[in-house]
């Protein structure tokens, strides 16, 4: 909401506009931004016309004589042709900078010199209108700084009212809140109505089909006016506070509204059929021409202020064009109402209309303001219109609006605040702020909301109006005194944070990504939700209104996002990429009343580009599966997990000959390997790309986060190495688990696998060191010998060659 | 005799002038097979012993030893210099390339700073004895909105541009319209309070929110953490106190708080929660030039707060009669951007490593 502080300051008397911004913040209106205008038009001031005559040398243009109010007259080349010697008009004097930049200099206009330049409202930045000079009323002295004679000179806040208080929405709502801040009082405008005629009643009646709907409505006839421009300072007022100019009769209806907070209407009474207005709901189907030039088709729940025969204006929104105030119109009617706000809301947000009237309406109007609105707005048109304002207002009030009254026990500002708030002070304050008090008792008072305080209803209401005006510095900082309960650390949160250490260990840094994707993100990962019941899929959670298809569906698998960061880390040149997520995945509830969607934590991490950055002591060679699984393998280690199974292929996503499905116990923990090179060709990236996703879940299930001790031998152990030749489709897994069978063995490393000559193709040689202990003798190296040589004889059984 | 003791006398000589002259260890090492080895120059000597009368060996034989011994002695010696000499060699040799990068074999990586922001908030509350909890972020109305006492048509809804969700793409059963993306950490309060079913509740919730709103200032989805403390005689007062002594901890202590009113549907009493600014300690200016950074107020606005709504407790099925609680709630970005100078909201998302590398 802008305020004007010229306009404000005529209804309270004003501290400096610094301080009316302190202390408005202070209770809740926070001031947003302050805005001096005017200041820009120093060097402009008004001067007088003397005489004006054909340039010599240029048919377009005039040569003028100018009174500045000082010195000699000024010889000035102009353009314009509106105006008349005589004429009072906007001298920019020479070293002005207008609001456009431009700098009035010197000049000479086709060989005549020219000593500064005339202005237009546009030169001036005072409206668009550029069709000639700004004419000055000829009361104003030459010399006058023009800024002082429109009365420009004004302060304007910017206050953001927050949705709970529509009765500060309006220069009188501001200058109450700080009346009663300041223990001052409020000047309410007082209308003078001249009413003649015959009764307005006789004019027009109203009629209220859906009471539910609207409250009261309340009208005034205004008759014999003359629609005209409106004068320059009410332009001016509205045009500060944001509200176009339109006609004298329609800126009257927006003074008002700006003025008092209260919507208004004003009807081209000639075009109301059968001199009847009728507030109802649409009918089916029924279309209504709104102001804004569109047709309408509405709703059943849209309510109308209709006349006899059809919708004249869509209640508390916005006006029908059929009814509106036209330039012949003479014979005005000015509604002022109540309609109940959540329907204001629904038709609002139905039709995609924000209006003036419906941001109030919504929030909740003042039914203690109907009338004095209708009054000032009637009698602001016959002062700016002519016209007279017949006797009387066609009143429709089929029901009251209950004002509520609210009980404040004297210890509750106490019990809430945790500072004593005396009795006198909590009176005085909500005195001050319109309330009434009821009755009062040694326990507490009651007291009536004022009309416009739609926001107050309960105690804590009260407790609030009273602290905001004390000041929230008066309230003092303590801690709560009770005991704190020490809780643990959720087990997800630890096995989390170990996580990120471990993969920060292994190079990666966290990325975060939204959480919501392109459905062709989604598309190669092969994965779908369930819907509607059951049987249907769909790729992921869609949103109704995305911002764009790009950001459109909930992700099922963090990968793709993580492989357009990689895409955006490469096209920046940046080509040794660890990148790891940790965040949820989306799929659909079972019980979607009480939960549509199933969230799941994923952990997840791509890797490209060099093992280990380049260096002088780098080897240079590129990442593959086994630089993917050792980052899983640190997270699994780092949770505690064991006997984790690596089993190829992996997820369909991943390339089937180098990925592998993560498994522990016949749960499946995740994937990781090579992306399949048609999913990296969709991310326009190369081949080699490694990537994981693992289930924190699964994890959180199989984890072991507090180690468990076990003893460990301490007597000697026989080391032997041990060399076998073995098809190349044996895995490392089977050997060493075929090595493990002899209960001697304590723990066997594979440090060498060769390839090439003199191996056949097809053959590779598999080096592996082997412990022995027995956990209650020193081992002998003929035992140890012997169960070497069983070991030999167990792999030859599945083709394994000894090596020598 | 006396030849035989005059060739080890010369034995000795010999010894002595060519140990002190050899260049290094293997010289040495010849020079221990010429004097002192099994056809050495001493067993030759004694060989001719076996001519000696009786008498006499004893005496030859001592003198042989004697020589023996010394020329291991100067042997030992003699190494013992040689390696000193090596050494000091070695020492006094050029230096390595000390500026050559360290041999890292993997970089560590970095951790996102809405995380580690994320990690020192909920620090700091763990402390002051509040518990992590989490709930969905694809929500219901009525937690996300009517539970707060935001009912359908609340004008304060337009304060929160909401994401809906498609029902054809969940299963079967919800209604039209209820379904979205949580729009604030705010619905955990109420399913806190539903889960634990009584007082005392002291909770915070980090997460991920949603608004539809996209531009330089404003992400889709960004970072909240909603903190909740509900008792009996949980007062404004200790509100204030709790988030002063936050802020302390987060901003450093000579951070100063102040409470501004406000609105929030859920809160009443509402407070805006300011700051003193952290770049210019709250003068409003920085090297003698306007600090952009809280627009020369010395304020920032980082929190909003308040006591909790009556009829919100009643929704967590709490009685509002006998208890009262505070809640709060931050952006995280927010928090983070103050704390690392980040000026740009976008940087957090689009995960360059010359940003995330940095923290």
């Known amino acids: 909401m802008r305020i004007s502080l010229k306009w404000l300051s005529e209804y309270v008397a004003l501290p400096s506009p610094e301080e009316v911004a302190r202390k408005l913040t202070a209770v809740g209106l926070e001031v947003e931004a302050m805005e001096r205008t005017g200041q820009g038009l120093r060097g402009v001031v008004a001067a007088r016309v003397l005489s004006s005559e054909k340039h010599p040398n240029a048919e377009k243009l005039s040569v003028t004589r100018i009174d500045r109010g000082e010195g000699e007259p000024l010889q000035i080349v102009c353009g314009a042709k509106n105006y008349a010697v005589g004429d009072v008009v906007p001298l920019a004097t020479i070293g002005t900078v207008l609001p456009g930049g431009a700098k009035i200099e010197k000049a000479k206009l086709r060989g005549v010199e020219s000593f500064g330049m005339l202005c ?15 004419i000055l009323p000829p009361e104003v002295k030459p010399g006058t700084p023009i800024a002082e004679a429109l009365g420009l000179e004004d302060v304007l806040l910017e206050v953001n009212v927050t949705p709970n208080r529509p009765d500060c929405l309006s220069h009188l709502g501001i200058a109450r809140e700080l009346a009663a801040i300041l223990g001052q009082p409020v000047r309410l405008p007082a209308p003078k109505l001249a009413e003649a005629g015959g009764p307005a009643s006789d004019a027009v009646k109203v009629r209220i089909d859906a009471p539910d709907r609207c409250a009261r409505y309340a009208a005034r006839v205004v008759e014999g006016v003359k629609i005209g421009p409106s004068p320059a300072w009410l332009a001016r007022r509205l045009e500060a506070c944001g509200v176009r100019s339109i006609s004298n ?18 009807f081209d009474l000639e075009r109301v059929a059968g001199r009847e207005i009728v507030v109802r709901t649409a009918h089916p189907g029924e279309r209504l021409a709104t102001l804004d030039g569109k047709v309408r088709t509405l709703a059943p729940d849209d309510l109308l202020v209709a006349d006899r025969d059809r919708g004249s204006a869509l209640a508390g929104v916005m006006g029908g064009g059929d009814s509106e105030i036209a330039a012949g119109t003479t014979r005005v009617l000015v509604e002022s109402a109540w309609f109940e706000p959540s329907g204001i809301r629904r038709t609002s947000r139905r039709h995609g209309l924000k209006t003036e009237a419906s941001y109030r309406f919504e929030r909740g109007a003042d039914p203690g303001m109907v009338i004095p609105a209708v009054d000032r707005c009637a009698a602001l048109i016959a002062e700016l219109a002519g016209g007279v304002v017949r006797p009387g207002i066609v009143d429709a009030h089929p029901r009251q609006n209950a004002r509520p009254e609210v009980r404040l026990r004297w210890r509750r500002p106490a019990e809430l605040l945790g500072m004593e708030v005396s009795r006198e002070d909590a009176r005085r304050i909500l005195i001050g702020l319109g309330f009434e008090e009821r009755a009062s008792d040694a326990d507490g008072a009651t007291f009536r909301v004022p009309t416009w305080r739609v926001d107050v209803s309960i105690e804590e209401d009260l407790v609030e109006e009273i602290v905001r005006t004390l000041g929230y510095d008066s309230i003092p900082a303590t801690l709560p005194a009770n005991a704190v309960v020490m809780p643990a650390e959720p087990v997800e949160a630890q096995a989390i944070s170990r996580i990120r250490a471990a993969l920060e260990a292994s190079g990666f840094s966290e990325a975060v990504n939204f959480s919501f994707v392109a459905a062709r993100a989604l598309e190669p990962f092969g994965r779908s939700v369930e819907t509607g019941d059951g049987s249907g899929r769909a790729l992921g959670i869609a ?27 490469r096209r920046q040149r940046i080509e040794d990429v660890r990148l790891y997520e940790i965040a949820r ?36 060679d590129v990442v593959d599966f086994y630089d993917a699984k050792a980052a899983v393998a640190g997270v699994l280690e780092a949770l505690g997990i064991d006997g984790a199974r690596f089993e190829a292929p992996g997820a369909s996503w991943l390339h089937p000959r180098t990925s592998a499905v993560v498994t522990r116990g016949g749960e499946v923990l995740g994937d990781v390997g090579e992306l399949h090179p048609r999913v990296a060709q969709a991310f326009e990236l190369p081949r080699g790309v490694l990537a994981f ?22 007597l000697p152990a026989v080391l032997r190495d041990l060399a076998v030749v073995v098809d190349d489709a044996v895995t490392a897994a089977s050997v060493e688990g075929l090595v493990r069978e002899e209960p001697l063995v304590e723990a066997v490393t594979l440090f060498d696998v060769y390839r090439g000559a003199p191996l056949p193709a097809g053959k590779k040689n598999l080096a592996l060191a082997i412990t022995y202990r027995a956990a209650d003798r020193t081992l002998t190296d003929e035992e140890a010998d012997r169960v070497h040589a069983r070991i030999v004889k167990r792999l030859a059984a599945v083709g394994a060659e000894l090596r020598t | ?138 929500e219901l109305d009525w937690f996300n909105f009517e539970a707060l006492n935001l009912p359908p048509d609340h004008p304060a809804r337009d304060m929160q541009d909401t994401f809906y969700v498609e029902e054809s793409t969940l299963r079967a059963g919800v209604k039209p319209g209820s379904v979205l993306l949580r729009t604030h950490t705010s619905p955990v309060q109420v399913r806190s309070m539903k889960r634990l079913g009584k007082a005392p509740v002291r909770i915070i919730c980090p997460g991920r929110v949603y608004r539809s709103d996209y531009d330089q200032t404003h992400s889709p ?51 805006e929660v300011d700051v003193s600014c952290t770049i210019c300690g709250g003068t409003g200016r920085k090297d003698g030039k306007r600090c952009g950074t809280c627009k020369e107020t010395g304020w920032l606005e980082v929190l909003g707060a308040g006591m909790v709504h009556p ?25 983070a951007m103050l704390r690392y100078g980040i000026d740009d909201l976008r940087l957090y998302f689009e995960n360059d490593l010359r940003f995330l590398s940095q923290f």
């Open chain 1, 543 to 569: 949103l109704k209104n995305p911002i764009s298809n790009d950001l459109a569906v909930m992700r099922t698998t963090l990968v793709p996002s993580l492989l357009a960061d990689l895409a955006h880390d």
């Open chain 1, 693 to 714: 996703e693992l289930r924190l879940d699964a994890l959180l299930r199989a984890a072991e986060l507090v180690p468990q001790y076990r003893p460990f031998p301490r």
């Open chain 2, 1 to 138: 005799m006396a030849d035989l003791l005059s060739q080890l006398e010369a034995l000795a000589t010999g010894a002595r002038a060519a140990i002190a002259a050899a260049p290094d260890e293997k010289g040495l090492e010849e020079l221990r097979v010429r004097f002192l080895g099994k056809k050495g120059e001493l067993s030759q000597v004694l060989r001719g012993m076996g001519q000696l009368p009786a008498g006499e060996r004893p005496r030859v034989g001592e003198v042989a030893n004697r020589v023996r011994d010394e020329v291991e002695g100067l042997l030992a010696d003699g190494k013992r210099r040689l390696e000193t000499k090596a050494l000091e060699a070695e020492l006094a040799g050029a230096p390595i390339d000390v500026t050559l990068a360290g041999r890292r074999l993997l970089p560590r990586g970095h951790r996102h700073p809405i995380t580690r922001a994320t990690e020192d908030i909920s620090a700091i509350f763990a402390r002051l004895g509040y518990e992590v909890a989490s709930g969905p972020e694809i």
């Open chain 1, 120 to 134: 237009s409202a546009r030169e001036l930045g005072l409206s668009p209108d550029a069709s000639g000079l700004l």
């Open chain 2, 221 to 271: 989805m960004f970072h909240q953490v909603e903190g909740l403390c509900v008792d009996e005689g949980i007062t404004f007062a200790d509100l204030k106190g709790t988030l002063a002594a936050f802020a302390r901890a987060y901003f450093g202590p000579g951070t100063r708080t102040r409470f501004r009113p406000s609105y929030f549907p859920f809160t009443e009493p509402s407070a």
């Open chain 2, 311 to 335: 009829r919100v407790l009643e929704n967590g099925g709490i009685d509002s009669k006998r208890h009262t609680g505070f809640a709060f709630g931050m952006g995280v970005e927010r928090m």
């Open chain 1, 249 to 266: 009769v329609v800126d009257a209806t927006n003074y008002v509204l700006l003025e008092l907070g209260h919507p208004l209407h004003a």
């Open chain 1, 585 to 620: 995945t989306y799929g659909t509830g079972a019980r979607p009343e009480e939960a549509p969607s199933a969230e799941a934590l994923q952990v997840a991490g791509v890797v490209a580009g060099r093992r280990v950055p380049v260096g002088w002591a780098a080897p240079g």
